[in-house]
């Protein structure tokens, strides 16, 4: 018998059909929808008087435009309101689970399909959103899709999709003092490009991976996508496991134990054969930031922003272009620079374990008085973890204060928007030119890193501080 990849293994079992010299037809277990991707998808569905075909197979949530204060109130923005007011309509008249702004379900796409238990392994998961490659981290094939599929999979729960090829990216050693899963991830997109996954779907391998917590693989997993991967996935272990089992839509009883023999079998064969095997060790891997306008500008936080000795042609041009935009020189110490705003969030890094983290750095500190901090928890049951488990008083007395869940600064969908020529230091995922407002300047770092900025006014190393 051939052996497979984890890959092969999830991915075959979901063909329906192979389109002849074409892409395959895929099955998909789940279904995660908000109110950006979904509109004109449901507008498609009426138009061609089709229904959902597994309503029961697909979740909602308004996550992108949503503000994070006064959720209460109507949202000001009219585009805005009107996608929440559709992606509510769309739902109520297919029957599809919304879980709307303020109720206990309410957060972040990938943030709560985990939270639930909806997310489980072996599964095939789409989303229109590129970052859906967060699900992943539980062993399962997840990633991101465009309108047009987005309707695909309501009329028919299917998908047509060319099969990716395979990389393997393995992660040796333990990671050091300061150093968590959105550093290694930095880490690698820096090594490879943010180019350098095109065409490829990534498994993660080694110790350093295996070491981390449920929270971190899906930080990992979210951010393969800024490589240029179709998605990224790990191995699901006893650490997966005990983090689904008693989630509300978990396998329960003799189910869990069915499921369970199930998922332990969900492994890469040992000999089996990837098309690309890269191997890092995680003793080189320091907190990381981004200095540039691309996720693979990333260096070390203790190291100077590269020369351009050695880049030709179009690299150096575009080196030069991005630098010209952040206000940086070539060579200069990324250290000392001084920051404006401080995001800690998204799907990337907007779960309890990110909090608790920050909260601990800056308990028994003080906000820099030059730092404007937006804490923006990644889902309603992330919120109420931070208020049960006595954060918020470490945080206010620190000069922080908690804002509501959304996506809120990742992007500049809503209100959170970085002012022009601003620095902001973002737990988030992508650093392009106006990704965060029109002119904003992101460098993309960890809780802990962000943390240190946030204390000191500046970018500042945290092992320093620890």
Partial sequence: MTAKTLFDKIWDAHVVKQ????????????????????????????????????????????????PTINQHLSVKDELSRHQLEMLKTNCTEHGI??????SEGHGIVHIIGPEMGLTQPGMDIVCGDSHTSTHGAFGAIAFGIGTSEVEM??????????????????????IGKGVSAKDIALYIISKISA????????????????????????TLCNLSIESGARGGMIAPDETTFEYIKGREFAPKGADWDKALATWKELKTD?????????????????????????????I???QNIPTTEGMGGSDKTTFEKSLQYMGFAAGDSIKGKTVDYVFLGSCTNGRIEDFREFAAFVKGKEKAPNITAWLVPGSKQV??????EGLIPILEEAGFELRQPGCSACLAMNDDKIPTGKYSVSTSNRNFEGRQGPGARTLLASPLTAAAAAVTGVISDPREMM
Wanted: charged letters at 20%; one cysteine or more; glycine letters at 10%.
């Fill in 19 to 66: 389109v002849e010299d074409g892409p395959n037809v895929l099955y998909i277990d789940r279904h995660f929808i908000h109110e950006v991707t979904s509109p004109v998808a449901f507008l498609g569905l009426k138009n061609r008087g089709l229904p959902v075909f597994r309503p029961d197979k697909t979740t909602a949530t308004p996550d992108h435009n949503v």
């Fill in 270 to 298: 040992s000999d089996a054969v990837f098309d690309t095997e890269l191997t890092y060790d995680a003793a080189d891997i320091e907190p990381m930031i981004t200095y540039g306008t691309n996720p693979g500008m990333g």
């Fill in 383 to 388: 919120e109420n973890q931070i208020r049960e």
């Fill in 195 to 218: 180019s350098g996954g095109t065409g490829y779907f990534i498994e993660y391998a080694g110790s350093a991976i295996t070491g981390l917590s449920m929270e971190g693989r899906m």
């Fill in 97 to 102: 689970v919304h879980h709307d702004l303020g």
């Fill in 300 to 302: 070390g936080v203790s």
């Fill in 153 to 174: 999979v309501l009329a028919s729960q299917c998908i047509m999709q060319p099969k990716p090829k395979k990389m393997k990216i393995t992660v040796n050693g333990k």
